[in-house]
């Protein structure tokens, strides 16, 4: 699970697209700019870290053997978690500084483990052996594009099929969008097959927010569509990032942005783009069109 929660830093061209970041660009092409080329701080959420928490729990179980993989055990393991994050990013800890009771953090901490505890009716961890936990993959399409990411969980069956699962906090889409959620798998889907010349037998989202599995089962010409997509959402990104062209693309997933304040679409003004830019031309039209699928 990737956050955007770094600290400003020097201005750099786009190198590689990762899930989030492509989800980024076709959410809003100025939300991108932000994240990746002007890396403006963001506060930490709660969900957000409940989420880090609560995937880190699950990773750190599969360290026990089959047997004691159980849900108290796992409950266990989050106070230490949450305390290790606490110490490798210090600014979780404005979380909760408006909360000198603990009253607040109490009810969060009680929530991570009605997640965790939610675990155990979707999957048996007892009978899973995974063959990866949090692996992170890179690989470099034909074209020169690098795609990374971060796999929560990989299994391999004795057959040889591969199974990609990601864990999600919140609740699975509805079946509309569900295309949308798909969209990060056969992402990883993709840069697997890349990588090992493997096509993943199946992609597995596990919603722990509503109890429910979303599973698809890809074929090649669906991580060949998928790759035509990412090509040309990069081919945008960069006429974007030569031109500094940033569209704002304004829906109601604003109420999350944390960058209203330097939006025009909120009265605000963006930072001086911080890259050397060449004069528009056929830029026009080339953003803003794409959505997931
Ligand atoms: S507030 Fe909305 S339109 Fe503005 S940058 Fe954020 S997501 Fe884009």
Redesign the pocket.
């Known amino acids: 699970m990737e956050t955007s929660t770094e600290g400003a830093a020097a201005a750099v061209r786009p190198a590689s697209l990762s899930p989030s970041r492509a989800g980024d660009f076709m959410?809003?092409p100025?939300?991108y700019r932000?994240r990746v080329i002007d890396k403006l701080p963001e506060k930490p959420s709660e969900a957000a870290t409940r989420g880090t928490l609560v995937h880190a729990v699950l990773e750190r179980l599969f360290d026990a053997p089959a047997s004691e993989r159980t849900a108290p055990r796992a409950k266990s393991l989050i106070p230490g978690q949450w305390d290790r994050l606490r110490e490798t990013r210090p600014e979780l800890t404005e979380l909760f500084a408006d909360d000198p009771e603990g009253e607040r953090m109490a009810r969060w901490l009680s929530d991570a483990e009605k997640l965790v505890e939610r675990w155990f009716t979707l999957e048996d961890p007892t009978r899973l052996e995974p063959a990866e936990r949090e692996l992170f993959v890179q690989a470099e399409l034909a074209s020169g594009l690098k795609l990374r990411g971060i796999i929560d969980r990989v299994d391999v069956a004795p057959s040889g099929d591969v199974r990609i699962v990601d864990y999600k906090t919140g609740k699975a889409p509805r079946p509309e969008y569900a295309e949308g959620a798909l969209f990060q798998m056969k992402f990883y889907a993709l840069v697997v097959w890349r990588l090992k010349g493997v096509v993943p037998r199946r992609l597995q989202l596990v919603y722990l927010g509503s109890g429910d599995v979303i599973t698809y089962d890809p074929v090649v010409a669906d991580l060949e569509r998928v790759e035509r997509k990412l090509l040309a959402l990069w081919e945008a990104i960069e006429l974007a990032t030569a031109t500094g062209e940033w569209r704002?693309?304004?829906?109601k997933?604003?109420g999350w942005?944390d960058?209203?304040a330097v939006?025009?679409?909120?009265g605000g003004t963006p930072p001086p783009y911080p890259l050397p830019v060449r004069a528009p031309g056929s830029a026009e039209g080339a953003q803003g069109r794409m959505g997931p699928g």
Do not use: A, V
């Open positions: 959410q809003c100025l939300l932000f704002p693309r304004p829906t997933l604003c942005c960058h209203q939006c025009p679409e909120f």
